[in-house]
């Protein structure tokens, strides 16, 4: 029976079918004391009246047997079922339709009515609109993660790379003022030139030939540094060698350390000789009375005695690192890396040795040239050393300019660190707030999800089934 337009909460009672056969009996002794009841009652009423007529009673017999004795009876009375169920829903609406009627007899599970799910089918849908909604927003609120990350990333990149600038800023000043301390150094160099030209005007050919055993010392000490190079070319190729070596098998320690000792004797040389030839300049400079060599000359060689000590040293080094690296493979490749870096500072240090040793030629050669202008043309080189003493004056304002620049330009990166690292701390805080909206947005799906359930639950309540199998009251 369908009814749409009845508004109510659902009711019905049912009556409980419960137990077969313990009822069946007793209904079976019920039925046979009502019988026998009857029986007595009629018997007793017949005798009554046939003694209050005086008559004595006709009896008819008849033979016993069995047989199957059929009684009605006939009674008024209020039946009761032995268990009722009240049936109802928890929601509150409309009825679609009631699919029982009274008295009828209804199985467990079996579909009783049902309500009109219109509103349970729109609350269902924008529960699902609100839960694509929330998904939608934590997707976008993981991509502002993953854009606000990119900037922290971008900002503390920013950052480093502003770090870098100030401490190349703060290089370019480091330089700057030494290349002012080295234009004072020229200028003092330049009036010693002028003093020394004023001397070398008078000195003729003693001079001369003071310059010329100079000049030629210097070209034995460039055929020495250019040997020492040569060396030191084939001692780093042969570190490398080794390094290939060791990197095709880590077993090769103990070659890598035979390399080292032989590096380490190389170095050993090296400083011997470049000790010997200080040693020479030293002499020189005492039999010319301070004269000769010149200074930057025997600066030189006093610097490539220093570069060589610290080759030997780093050789030693080597040596050490080489005879504690076991069979390690791992350990003897860094061993013969450590050789190569030795090797390559070595031809490093006899690439300055040679350098130094061709500035020592061009000195001495210089000295030649000035030792003979000197002979008869010692005013002109007086007002040359001056015109020098002008130019590295000029030098030096040139480097305090340039200095007073890279200080300038030092205080402005430091700047710039500081607008980076607001630009982090921002980007920082974008970060955090993004994470919040995922930790909302996150949140709002539960929620939704939660909700979704509940409607669905609901949509499942609005059929009302039978718990029971039973008869409707």
Same mark, same amino acid.
């Given at each position: 029976m369908t009814n749409p337009q009845v508004n109510t909460d659902i009711n019905m009672d049912l009556v409980l079918n419960t137990g077969t056969t313990p009822r069946r009996r007793h209904?079976?002794?019920?039925? *046979?004391?009502?019988? *026998?009841?009857? *029986? *007595? &009652?009629? &018997?007793?009423?017949?005798?009554?009246?046939?003694?209050?007529?005086?008559?004595?009673?006709?009896?008819n017999t008849e033979t016993a047997g069995t047989g199957n004795l059929s009684i009605s009876i006939t009674a008024t009375g209020n039946l009761k079922p032995r268990n009722e169920v009240d049936i109802g829903t928890e929601l509150s609406g409309t009825m679609q339709e009631v699919l029982v009627e009274a008295n009828e007899e209804v199985t467990k599970g079996q579909k009783l009515a049902s309500l009109n799910t219109d509103q349970l089918q729109d609350t269902i849908t924008k529960a699902r609109a609100t839960l694509i909604s929330a998904r939608a927003r934590v997707t976008q609120a993981e991509a502002q993660i993953v854009q606000a990350g990119a900037r922290t990333r971008q900002a503390r990149a920013s950052l480093e790379q502003a770090g870098a600038n100030v401490r190349q800023a703060d290089a370019n000043a480091s330089q700057a003022v030494n290349s002012v301390r080295q234009a004072e150094l020229d200028i003092r160099q330049r009036n010693e030139g002028v003093q020394q030209a004023s001397n070398t005007a008078g000195q003729g050919n003693a001079g001369l030939q003071q310059a010329n055993a100079g000049y030629q010392q210097a070209l034995a000490g460039q055929k020495q540094a250019e040997a020492n190079l040569q060396k030191a070319y084939a001692a780093f190729h042969q570190a490398d060698a080794a390094l290939k070596q060791a990197q095709l098998n880590p077993q090769q320690s103990n070659a890598n350390l035979q390399q080292a000792m032989a590096q380490y004797e190389q170095a050993k040389a090296s400083t011997l000789e470049t000790r010997t030839q200080l040693n020479r300049l030293q002499e020189l400079q005492k039999a010319s009375g301070g004269k000769l060599p010149a200074k930057q000359e025997l600066d030189s060689a006093v610097a490539s005695w220093k570069r060589a000590v610290a080759a030997e040293s780093a050789a030693q080094a080597n040596v050490q690192n080489a005879r504690t690296s076991g069979s390690s493979g791992r350990m003897g490749i860094d061993a013969a890396k450590a050789n190569v870096d030795s090797a390559r500072a070595g031809v490093e240090a006899a690439r300055a040795s040679l350098e130094s040793a061709r500035a020592s030629v061009t000195s001495a050669r210089a000295a030649v040239d000035s030792a003979r202008a000197n002979v008869g043309t010692g005013k002109s080189k007086l007002v040359g050393a001056k015109t020098d003493v002008e130019a590295a004056r000029i030098a030096l304002e040139t480097a305090k300019s340039s200095a007073a620049a890279a200080r300038a330009n030092a205080e402005s990166t430091r700047k710039g660190v500081d607008s980076a690292t607001a630009s982090l701390e921002s980007a920082k805080a974008e970060e955090i707030t993004a994470q919040a909206t995922l930790d909302s947005a996150k949140a709002s799906v539960m929620e939704a999800e939660a909700g979704l359930r509940s409607a669905e639950s609901n949509l499942g309540k609005a059929i009302i089934l039978s718990p029971i199998d039973g008869v409707v009251l």
């Amino acid at each position: 029976m369908t009814n749409p337009q009845v508004n109510t909460d659902i009711n019905m009672d049912l009556v409980l079918n419960t137990g077969t056969t313990p009822r069946r009996r007793h209904r079976g002794w019920l039925l *046979a004391l009502l019988v *026998a009841g009857v *029986a *007595a &009652g009629g &018997g007793y009423w017949y005798y009554s009246q046939q003694q209050q007529l005086g008559t004595t009673p006709v009896y008819n017999t008849e033979t016993a047997g069995t047989g199957n004795l059929s009684i009605s009876i006939t009674a008024t009375g209020n039946l009761k079922p032995r268990n009722e169920v009240d049936i109802g829903t928890e929601l509150s609406g409309t009825m679609q339709e009631v699919l029982v009627e009274a008295n009828e007899e209804v199985t467990k599970g079996q579909k009783l009515a049902s309500l009109n799910t219109d509103q349970l089918q729109d609350t269902i849908t924008k529960a699902r609109a609100t839960l694509i909604s929330a998904r939608a927003r934590v997707t976008q609120a993981e991509a502002q993660i993953v854009q606000a990350g990119a900037r922290t990333r971008q900002a503390r990149a920013s950052l480093e790379q502003a770090g870098a600038n100030v401490r190349q800023a703060d290089a370019n000043a480091s330089q700057a003022v030494n290349s002012v301390r080295q234009a004072e150094l020229d200028i003092r160099q330049r009036n010693e030139g002028v003093q020394q030209a004023s001397n070398t005007a008078g000195q003729g050919n003693a001079g001369l030939q003071q310059a010329n055993a100079g000049y030629q010392q210097a070209l034995a000490g460039q055929k020495q540094a250019e040997a020492n190079l040569q060396k030191a070319y084939a001692a780093f190729h042969q570190a490398d060698a080794a390094l290939k070596q060791a990197q095709l098998n880590p077993q090769q320690s103990n070659a890598n350390l035979q390399q080292a000792m032989a590096q380490y004797e190389q170095a050993k040389a090296s400083t011997l000789e470049t000790r010997t030839q200080l040693n020479r300049l030293q002499e020189l400079q005492k039999a010319s009375g301070g004269k000769l060599p010149a200074k930057q000359e025997l600066d030189s060689a006093v610097a490539s005695w220093k570069r060589a000590v610290a080759a030997e040293s780093a050789a030693q080094a080597n040596v050490q690192n080489a005879r504690t690296s076991g069979s390690s493979g791992r350990m003897g490749i860094d061993a013969a890396k450590a050789n190569v870096d030795s090797a390559r500072a070595g031809v490093e240090a006899a690439r300055a040795s040679l350098e130094s040793a061709r500035a020592s030629v061009t000195s001495a050669r210089a000295a030649v040239d000035s030792a003979r202008a000197n002979v008869g043309t010692g005013k002109s080189k007086l007002v040359g050393a001056k015109t020098d003493v002008e130019a590295a004056r000029i030098a030096l304002e040139t480097a305090k300019s340039s200095a007073a620049a890279a200080r300038a330009n030092a205080e402005s990166t430091r700047k710039g660190v500081d607008s980076a690292t607001a630009s982090l701390e921002s980007a920082k805080a974008e970060e955090i707030t993004a994470q919040a909206t995922l930790d909302s947005a996150k949140a709002s799906v539960m929620e939704a999800e939660a909700g979704l359930r509940s409607a669905e639950s609901n949509l499942g309540k609005a059929i009302i089934l039978s718990p029971i199998d039973g008869v409707v009251l």
